[in-house]
């Protein structure tokens, strides 16, 4: 039994369960995404998340994400491949930058520029032919010449026949 009152916190101390310091706080979310941490209950019209930290354990912080959330990284742990800005040229992606880079710098019009591309090449073409699907932009050079850029029903140069 013990003798003074110190004895006895130490006696009380000791028979404290290790999780007796661990704490629940709330995570509120209004309806603007908008987030708050309180012990409290969260207010009216607010969605509530419990969140468990433990002061014994170096007050780690364990979060729990909202179930919107949650599931949408359940989702996302599947083997399905997201591609985010991918660039659309419209010609089915033919050419890859480099290669577009390349051919702008060689003056050229390989299978799969995009109009777009011709005109920011060469400019606005002297003269346009249009016969069924196929567009014709003729470009008078020096000396008589003439260059001719040839494109499918997509807007996008035709290969050499």
Known sequence: MPRNTGELLITLVLF?????????????????????????????????????????????????????????????????????????????????????????INQQTPTGMSKRDVESLLGRPDKIVSRNAEVRYVYEEKKGRSRQVSFDEHGCVKGKR
Request: net charge positive; glycine share 10%.
């Open 16 to 104: 404290l369960p290790l999780g007796a310091g661990a704490t629940i706080v709330n995570r509120c979310e209004d309806q603007s995404g908008s987030v708050t941490f309180t012990t409290l209950s969260c207010p009216s019209g607010q969605a509530m998340t419990p969140q468990g930290i433990n002061p014994a354990s170096g007050m780690t912080f364990t979060p729990t994400p909202p179930p919107a959330i949650a599931d949408t990284l359940q989702k996302r742990k599947s083997n399905e491949v997201v591609v985010v800005g991918q660039r659309d040229d419209g010609c089915g992606n033919v050419l890859s930058a480099e290669q577009r880079r390349k051919a702008i």
